[in-house]
């Protein structure tokens, strides 16, 4: 990506930025664009080139965020009418690091609200379009960073993935995703939806830039607990995989999923054992049942964690409101969108009294039997292959009326989640009809950049 220095005007790279956004406006990648704040952070870091003084790593280089990050900066919405008007006080620790080196925000891009969904469809200000065929849906629930990295816009956004928020979209728009380990990029000042399984990360053009960027991000912070100790280190190149061998999950090579997808992933397969690694393949039975334990554990967590909005201490208050029970009633009612009420709703259902131990209980320990399913694979390979989803992008509005066939788009990318892998999408083909299909690498915790030194080495450039 191009940095500020005494030929690149910081100021040039902003304006540039803010003029694609509004030439591509009709895809509707972002909520709100920050203009003026971003061309005097833009002015500020030229005159510092001038004077001669040091500059960040990502000096000048302007960026979206996922409008689920808190800044200072204009409204922090979660694309919920429920914060459409929330000046957040704080900084993410993300956001600060990321501005720390220099870059610059010029817009908060689009969501499912809450980031409950994998389409963008779920957003209170109505869907992203793909970056490649404007009929069809982002990706969610980061679809707005996805398509202003897609369009080049931004040469990199950062995004929030729960459950394949940051992979998905990055496949269905055909750019680099990378969702780290849990715990590898503090939680602190992003909208929470399920804590066990929330990890920020970003988009980006290629490996490299990604890279970049996660190494800035990462790293304990006292602000969230569940940080790692900073293992992000500068160079790639030293991040080896030890045995060079990956396997390939027949589970997600079967018939439900779309032939190009089960091709371009079978084609990069084969790339990579030019490469050097030797590929085999693995069954992984437990993995059916993934999904199952997703929207359980996940509903619990969001029902906890969406109680905070009671229309006394955050956004939105009802104006109809008359007593306080209307006051959480009528407010909660007006500022959550339909999906994230189905959440709240299975939520409680899930951790009531009656039923905790038949499902709640039930699914905390199917989700440890995951990750041993994971672990003993990891005991021979260095990393495991498959797609990111069943299928290329879908049609805007055709999952909507069916909240579960939309919960099943995500069958590949909520597994890495709820064992807190990490896992990232690579852009590697395109279909018939043009759009962009993603594969999946994911590896033990903390290997985060073997997956990335693994891509890097059989990238196109
Ligand atoms: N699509 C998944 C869901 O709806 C993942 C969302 C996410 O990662 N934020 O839960």
Redesign the pocket.
């Given at each position: 990506m191009k940095i500020a220095d005494k030929n690149t005007k910081a100021v040039d790279l902003v304006r540039a930025a803010l003029e694609k956004a509004k030439e591509y406006e009709d895809y509707h990648a972002f909520i709100s664009m920050n203009e003026a704040h971003a061309l005097e952070r833009a002015r500020e870091i030229d005159a510092k080139i001038e004077r001669g003084e040091p500059v960040g790593r990502l000096a000048g280089v302007p960026y979206a965020l996922k409008d689920n990050f808190s800044s200072p900066q204009g409204h922090t919405t979660a694309a919920a009418k429920m914060l459409e008007d929330y000046p957040s006080p704080i900084t993410a620790t993300a956001v600060a690091k990321i501005e720390a080196e220099g870059a610059i925000m010029i817009g908060r891009t689009n969501l499912?609200a809450y980031?409950?969904?994998?389409s963008t469809e779920n957003s209170y200000f109505g869907p992203t379009s793909n970056a490649y065929d404007k009929e069809r849906v982002a990706g969610?629930?980061?679809g707005g960073s996805a398509v202003a990295v897609a369009l080049d816009i931004v040469p990199f956004a950062l995004g929030?993935?729960?459950?394949?928020?940051?992979r998905?979209p990055a496949s269905f728009n055909g750019v680099v995703g990378v969702k780290p380990t849990y715990g590898t990029v503090s939680r602190y000042g992003v909208v929470a939806?399920a804590s066990s399984?929330?990890t920020m990360g970003c988009f980006a053009k290629n490996v490299e830039d990604a890279n970049l960027v996660m190494g800035i991000m990462a790293g304990r912070d006292e602000k969230d607990s569940t940080t790692l100790a900073d293992f992000w280190t500068k160079d790639l190149t030293e991040a080896t995989p030890k045995q060079k061998k990956i396997a390939l999950i027949k589970d997600f090579m079967g018939d439900g999923v779309d032939p190009e997808v089960k091709a371009a992933v079978n084609d990069y397969a084969g790339k990579l054992k030019k490469a050097g690694y030797t590929i085999e393949e693995i069954d992984m039975p437990i993995l059916k049942y993934a999904l199952a334990i997703?929207?359980i554990v996940?509903p619990a967590e969001v029902s906890s964690n969406l109680s905070r909005y009671d229309g006394i201490r955050y956004g939105l208050r009802s104006s109809e409101a008359k007593d306080l029970d209307s006051v959480y009633n009528m407010t909660r009612d007006e500022g959550f969108m339909p999906?994230n009420k189905r959440r709240i709703l299975i939520g409680n259902f899930v951790l009531s009294s009656g039923f905790f131990d038949a499902y709640y209980l039930k699914a905390q320990k199917a989700r440890t039997l995951l990750i041993d399913a994971y672990n003993k694979a990891f005991e021979k390979y260095d990393a495991l292959l498959c797609p990111v989803a069943p299928r290329p992008a879908f049609k805007i509005g055709e999952n909507t009326a069916d909240p579960l066939q939309?919960?099943l788009?995500?069958v590949m990318?909520?597994p890495p989640?709820l064992a807190g892998l990490p896992a990232m999408s690579i852009p590697v083909a395109k279909s018939k009809a043009g759009l962009p299909i993603g594969a999946q690498l994911v590896g033990p915790r903390q290997s985060d950049q073997i997956l990335l030194n693994i891509a890097a080495s059989v990238e196109d450039k």
């Open positions: 499912d980031a409950h969904g994998g969610g629930s980061s929030s993935d729960t459950g394949g928020s940051i998905q939806m399984t929330d997703y929207y996940v999906e939309m919960y788009e995500d990318t909520v989640s």
